[in-house]
């Protein structure tokens, strides 16, 4: 029998994946964007975490949650007691949806058909990783998880819920906390992103 290296038989189906997720029509968004950011963590990470789409500085890089709001959730990694390095993350939208502002590049939330379209991306990760607890940082992370287009972010903060075997936990997206109106809700918000990367941890044991 040939002999095939192992690297490069583990290495080949993550390559054939980013290539072809990078060709994706399903929708308009790769258009406007410089290209599909997929995925990163261990093959079989316990937790996965997923973010709504790339920023405008993870659609240059190519890499998930590299800008602003990676940088608040990797201090809440931290907080919790997450390494980032066991961790799976990824978006349930793959190219960066934006409008012009200026010479800047502002996120616009991406539409429920274009959730939809790029559902099929976040399964094939999740059915790849096997993981045990997914955490949906912000609405459109949920709708996409719980196939539920009216899923909403509130009444299952704290509360995690069983879908298709695993356990789903609802925390707000990091840009929110980067978002919010003055400290008071900003340390609100934080808090409850610490607190679900917590219960992540406690649900994997
Ligand atoms: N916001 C997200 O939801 N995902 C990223 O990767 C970066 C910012």
């Excluded at 997929?38 to 996965?48: T, V």
């Excluded at 998930?64 to 990676?70: C, E, H, I, Q, R």
Aim: include cysteine; charged fraction near 20%; proline fraction near 7%.
């Amino acid at each position: 029998a040939t002999m095939i290296p192992i690297a490069a038989e583990r290495a080949q189906p993550v390559r054939e994946v980013a290539t072809s997720l990078d060709q994706c029509r399903r929708c308009e968004l790769w258009k406007s964007a410089t290209q599909a950011v997929p995925g990163i963590g261990p093959a079989q990470a316990r937790i996965m975490l997923v973010g709504e789409q790339p920023g405008d500085q993870e659609d240059l890089a190519g890499l998930p949650f590299v800008g602003p709001a990676g940088a608040l959730l990797e201090q809440a990694m931290q907080e919790a007691g997450m390494a980032r390095d066991s961790i799976y993350l990824t978006n349930a939208v793959k190219h960066f949806k934006w409008e012009p502002r200026g010479k800047r590049r502002l996120h616009k939330t991406p539409a429920q058909r274009e959730i939809l379209a790029c559902h099929g991306w976040l399964e094939e990760e999740i059915e790849r990783v096997q993981p045990q607890v997914i955490v949906a940082l912000g609405s459109t992370a949920l709708k996409s998880i719980l196939q539920d287009g009216a899923a909403s972010m509130t009444p299952l903060i704290g509360t995690p819920v069983q879908h298709a075997g695993r356990s789903v936990i609802a925390a707000y997206h990091p840009a929110y906390v980067l978002r919010a109106p003055d400290e008071s809700s900003r340390r609100q918000a934080y808090a409850v992103i610490v607190a679900g990367l917590r219960q992540a941890l406690r649900l994997e044991q």
